[in-house]
């Protein structure tokens, strides 16, 4: 039973353009999102969170929205660049359990 | 810089060893949690401890077991390693408040043959 989904296992999208990660999820509980960026052989790194009662949070290139009633969040990077290339997980925590469940993760790859 | 440090990068163990995963936080965090990353599975959780002592099963605790005898240290204990334990085993730390981000260790990629 996956409560947080990703359903796109990779995305190509070229230098300079937007890049849009999404991310569902079924826990109507989960209030609190989290994007991370995870290189191969090292441990994922936090990219930019949004608590549900926020529609939206911005840093730097890095925007995180969050669709409440659709149960729905993405990721926008803009621009992309060769660099943003790795894999992204989405990941959501309930603040009565503390727990963080992961989603199966993006590769984002950025063509130069 | 909160740091999480994993005690080993490779391990290579045989079938039906006793394994410990050691891991330390530096960041007097109260939670602290183990995840295995698997390819198309994404990062399942195996077990947290939000206090010295106590803990919880996460996702798919079958054949882990956890210790946590002081706050800083989080270790994962494969009773008797099989080859469908292979994986990146990841640990990590967060503050108790269930608002903020986990912060990872490296990463402990171990194979079990």
């Known amino acids: 039973d996956q409560q947080v989904k990703q359903n796109s296992p990779s995305l190509s999208v070229q230098e300079g353009r937007i890049s849009i990660l999404n991310c569902d999820y079924t826990?109507?509980?989960?209030?609190?999102f989290l994007w991370y960026k995870k290189y191969p052989a090292e441990g994922p790194t936090f990219l930019i969170s949004i608590s549900s009662i926020k529609d939206k949070n911005e840093d730097g290139r890095f925007t995180v929205f969050l669709n409440k009633s659709a149960k729905h969040l993405s990721l926008h990077i803009v621009p992309s660049q060769p660099g943003d290339s790795a894999v992204y997980f989405c990941a959501a925590s309930d603040a009565g359990t503390y727990k963080y469940i992961f989603g199966t993760g993006t590769r984002l790859k950025v063509l130069a | 810089d909160v740091k999480v440090t994993q005690s080993s990068r490779y391990l290579v163990k045989r079938t039906g060893e006793k394994v410990f995963l050691e891991c330390v936080q530096d960041?007097?965090?109260?939670?602290m949690f183990w995840y295995r990353q698997d390819p198309g599975l994404g990062l399942r959780l195996i077990y947290f401890s939000y206090d010295v002592k106590m803990k919880e099963k996460g996702d798919i605790p079958e054949g882990y077991s956890v210790s946590r005898e002081k706050k800083e240290r989080f270790s994962l204990i494969l009773e008797s390693a099989s080859t469908n334990q292979t994986s990146m085993y990841l640990c990590a730390s967060s503050l108790s408040s269930g608002v903020g981000e986990a912060f990872f260790g490296q990463g402990t990629r171990l194979t079990v043959v």
């Open positions: 826990n109507s509980m989960f209030d609190y």
């Open positions: 960041m007097d965090h109260e939670n």
